[in-house]
Structures are given as structure tokens and as C-alpha cells.
């Protein structure tokens, strides 16, 4: 069996057991449906079950049990402390079988037509992350279209807003900064380990910003939304930070509440919203909007 069949198993099981618990039979009778739909053989044995649920416990980190009483349903007992990144893997895989399976699906599966920048060097800066290697690369900034040459230590990657960004000290200021692998070219992995250490806890310092623009870090500000029914529907889904909590959900409107830093990313997302969405406070951020819609007015006027 190809190893892609095994790796879409997988893929099902954890889905399958996050719906709830269940039963060999019940995880059975679900492969056997998706084999139907895919065209591939995931229909297995019980002893070929067991094994699976060390393999995946060993890739994804998923804990995978059964509760030896009653019908004994599997469940998932424990996930893992990264789940957002095994989730990423395995949806990942489903939609590359879906595809490698699927025939004429150009004509059915609509992609963005878009060239993707930059992920070409995703490999190769993983390994220098991972290996603590220098980097040399030219940089070409947005807003100044200015190549410079940057020689940095590598230290994470980070998805945002349909973007991969090296996350990065530069050396010639030792200041941690951000760079859009679709503006870096000519990238030399140096040979040499770098031996400086940095505690940067990266995750806590991009948890309140809205993609990676933090500015200043000063501290985040409590922001109060308020979106009309149907546009609330879809802040609920899809929420527009990790802080999201909500606060009130009627027939009328939806109001969430999020701690962030205000920045013209996130600032640009509101406008975005138009008349489906008011700020409720803080009152700088209202004021702020309003100067911007004031001033796009006059544009038509």
C-alpha cells in the first residue's frame, strides 16, 4: 500500500474520534465510506488498527485509547501541545490525496490564481533553523523597492495572512525582525553554527498581533466589536484573533472582544468590514477609523 494511503488513514481516524468516541466497527464503517469516496483502500484490519494508533501518536502526537468497559470506544485521550500544527499536517494531506485522486478536478477545485512566492526556501531555512545556521540572503522591501544585503541567525517561521515570514536577529543591529520569504533572494546557508542564544518566546511575542506586525510591543489594548447577524455568523467560524471571546450573541448582532495590538494591519481588516461592523471601544480606535472613512468620503465627494 502506497504510503500516501497510510498517511490519509491517519488523517481519518484522528477526524473521525474528534467527532466523539467510537467503536472499532463504527472507525471500520467510516474508512470503508472513504475508500468509496477517494478511491483508495483504507479498510482495515483491528490488528492493523493497533498498530495505527502507535504510528500516529508517533507522527501527530495524538493519544489514542480505548476505554476497556462497555462497547469499548476508542477516544482520544490526549493531543498534542502543538495542535494547531498537526491538524495543519494532516488537512494537508487529505487535500493533496483528494487531488492526486480526483480526475479533470482543474475544473472543479478552483484555486487562487496566484503565484506563490518564497516557499521555494522554506526547506532549506528549516534546516538552518534547526541546525543554527547563519544566513545570507538580499532583501527587497515594499516600500522602498531598495535590495539590501542581510546576514542573519534564524530562528522560526511564521504563517500569516496567506504569507510565510522568516522570523530572524539581524546582525547588524542584533534586533529581532521579520522578512517575507517572497522578497529574499540569494540565500547562503553558512556552514558555521551561530553560538549566540536567545529565550525569545516566540509564540508569546506575536500573541497579540494581528499577523507580525507588533510595532512597538507596547502593551495590547482591549478592543470591543460589534458586526451585524449575518457578518457575526462568520466572526464566529472564522474568528479574527486567538483572543476572540464572545460576548453577546443575539438576532440582531454579534459582539466579540478581543485583546490585541491596534495596528494598521489590523486596522485595515476593520475597514474592511464597512457598515457590517462598529467598534465599540476603545475610543482612540474609533476615532481612528473615523478620520480614515471621513477622509475616503472626500474622495467621492
Known sequence: ???EN???RYSHIVKRLERGPATFQDIAHYLENQSEIEGIQLVISQRTFQRDIKEIYTMFGYDIQNEQKGDKRYYIADVPEQKQ????LLESYQIMHALQNARGYEKVVLLEKRQPKGVEHFTGLLYAINEKKSLAFEYTKFEDDIVTKRVVHPLALKEAQGRWYLIAVDTKDNRLKTFGLDRMDGIDIHKSIFKAKYNYDLNEYFRH????????QTEPASVRLSFDYEQGQYIKSFT???????VEDSNERVVVELTIYITWDFVKELLSFGPNMKVLYPSSLKNELKSLLTKTLKLYS
Do not use: C, D, V
Not at 209 to 216: K, L, M, R, V, W
Open 6 to 8: 497510510y498517511l490519509s
Open 1 to 3: 500500500m502506497p504510503k
Open 209 to 216: 498581533a494581528f499577523g507580525i506586525n507588533t510595532e512597538s
Open 240 to 246: 479574527l484573533h486567538e483572543s476572540q471571546s464572545l
Open 85 to 88: 500544527h498537526s491538524l495543519r
